[in-house]
């Protein structure tokens, strides 16, 4: 699966039942060449003047399903 592919799913938390957001970055482990963590936006523009962090990282261990339109995590935020 390609990063661009990626960017197109939905973000949703099983635990919220809500919409994160959709990948914008991607961490990987230099040694393995593994993902570690998808990165998702975690404040909008127009809200950014509020503390939250910039991006939501989403340890690859927390994803549960990837399918054609949504990426299922398991997390709290």
Do not use: H
Not at 7 to 18: A, G, I, L, P
Not at 21 to 29: A, Q, S, Y
Not at 46 to 63: A, T, W
Request: hydrophobic share 35%; proline share 6%.
């Amino acid at each position: 699966m390609l990063l661009s592919e990626l960017k197109c799913k939905d973000v949703v938390s099983v635990k919220e039942c809500r919409k994160l957001g959709r990948v914008c970055d991607l961490e990987f482990d230099p040694c393995s060449g593994c993902i570690c963590k998808i990165c998702v936006p975690g404040c909008g523009k127009v809200l950014g003047f509020l503390n939250c962090d910039p991006n939501i990282s989403i340890p690859y261990k927390d994803i549960i399903q990837i399918g054609p339109d949504i990426i299922l995590v398991d997390i709290r935020t």
